[in-house]
C-alpha cells in the first residue's frame, strides 16, 4: 500500500461555497475537524474521496471536458 501524507493539508485554507470543499485540500469542514481523531482506515477512505473530488479540476486544467 502506498504511504500518504498524515494529512493532506497544503495551507491554502478556504472552502468553496458551491461545493463546500476546501480550495486546498478538497476535505469537507467535517473532514477537516474531525482529522486528528480519525483512525488509519478512515483517513484512508477520505484520501480515496479526494482523488475523485480533484478530478474535475485536473481535467480543466489539462484542456479536457469533465
Excluded: F
Aim: glycine share 6%.
Amino acid at each position: 500500500m502506498i504511504e500518504t501524507p498524515e494529512t493532506p493539508c497544503i495551507k491554502i485554507c478556504k472552502l468553496d461555497p458551491l461545493t463546500g470543499y476546501c480550495l486546498g485540500c478538497y476535505r469537507t469542514i467535517e473532514e477537516i475537524t474531525a482529522w486528528p481523531a480519525l483512525g488509519r482506515e478512515e483517513k484512508q477512505r477520505i484520501y480515496h474521496l479526494l482523488e475523485h473530488r480533484k478530478l474535475p479540476e485536473i481535467l480543466q486544467s489539462s484542456g479536457k471536458e469533465t
